[in-house]
């Protein structure tokens, strides 16, 4: 295994897999398995970094170069741009209340909400940074107080992102087409000082005509190759510091890739398995055979990046090969774990 720990340039580094610490049989093992039995007909991207050396690479239909849409994965890129506005001086904390920072998020009026009964309540006034970014805020929820139930959502992430890009002048409650919102921290935050080529578009769920989208609408599309997913994982690994410059807070990191308070305060433990924009392992739900100190990036099409520091590794796969298990939850994350374990046991140190 090399005793030196790398990080990318414009390139990635290659290794051969038993330089560090892999057993290329049983890796090479794992690539035919993937290629012949589990991903059917699906493309799919994977690429493995040990080090911060790229040591494995496999890919069935897909242009390395294309850059693919993260989904829900791109909530671990506002995450760390939460981190950093703090660092930043921008917010006292992550529990300072949103409505001080974006008082549009309240102008949605019954009748002007996604759907019927889901409109801006008084309650929403106390949700803070922290409890949108935990999915754990209640927004426009009738029956969810602030902090009190985990409910993955859209809408109350799009007014994070626009809250934080507001803090930058980023963001136009009116017009958000006018700016280019927060989709431009993550590449002037992170992207840019990694070197990494992200790109980042608007996208909107199709609603009735009187929907306020101006507000809670316009998610953050984020666009990343693998290699670019790979490079995050790596950033996240060495919690926010690259190549020995502090891109992200260490301590909001770490923060960050623990199961949230509110959800161990308020939720069964089998629901333990979320921090702040990050799947978490703190509690063995997410992936019960694999180290307690790994986390993840996850979105719609098997978007992965999988980080482990204890074995200085991240998987990402850039899409994975089982969209076809979109709506079964067990199979799909059945697969994800298999296909985790599988690499972990070629591990030899």
């Not at 059917?40 to 390395?64: M, Q, T």
């Not at 889901?118 to 929820?141: P, V, W």
């Not at 935050?189 to 507000?215: C, Q, V």
């Not at 100190?293 to 991240?314: E, I, M, Q």
Request: aromatic fraction near 12%.
């Amino acid at each position: 295994m090399h005793d030196d720990r790398t990080f990318p340039t414009e390139q990635w580094l290659r290794a051969a897999p038993e330089d560090l610490g892999f057993d290329g049989d049983k890796l090479a093992e794992v690539d035919t398995w993937l290629r012949e039995i589990a991903a059917a007909d699906d493309p799919y991207h994977f690429a493995i970094c040990r080090s911060g050396y790229l040591v494995a690479e496999w890919n069935k239909g897909v242009d390395p170069q294309t850059h693919q849409r993260q989904a829900s994965a791109a909530k671990s890129y506002y995450s760390c741009i939460l981190g950093i506005a703090i660092d930043e001086g921008k917010l006292p904390s992550a529990d300072a209340k949103v409505v001080d920072y974006y008082p549009q998020m309240m102008d949605v009026p019954a009748g002007e909400g996604p759907k019927e009964g889901r409109h801006a309540f008084a309650k929403d006034r106390e949700i803070t940074f922290r409890q949108l970014i935990a999915n754990c805020s209640g927004y426009m929820k009738p029956d969810e107080a602030p902090g009190q139930i985990f409910h993955y959502q859209t809408y109350g992430m799009n007014i994070f992102t626009h809250a934080l890009a507001t803090l930058y002048g980023l963001h136009d409650g009116e017009n958000p087409e006018r700016l280019p919102g927060c989709g431009q921290l993550i590449a002037d935050k992170i992207a840019g000082p990694i070197g990494g080529t992200w790109s980042h578009t608007y996208s909107n769920f199709d609603l009735h005509e009187k929907a306020r989208l101006h507000i809670f609408g316009y998610y953050t599309q984020v666009y990343s190759t693998t290699y670019d997913t790979l490079r995050a994982g790596w950033l996240w690994l060495n919690y926010g510091n690259w190549d020995g410059k502090q891109i992200v807070p260490a301590a909001y990191l770490r923060e960050a890739t623990q199961t949230n308070r509110f959800i161990k305060a308020n939720e069964p433990e089998e629901k333990w398995g979320y921090g702040q924009g990050f799947w978490t392992n703190d509690y063995g739900v997410e992936w019960p055979d694999l180290p307690r100190d790994s986390f993840a990036a996850r979105g719609a099409g098997a978007k992965l990046t999988w980080v482990c520091p204890s074995l200085d590794l991240v998987i990402t796969q850039n899409p994975g090969p089982w969209e076809r298990f979109s709506r079964d939850e067990e199979a799909r994350q059945q697969r994800i774990r298999e296909i985790l374990g599988r690499i972990v046991d070629a591990l030899k140190v």
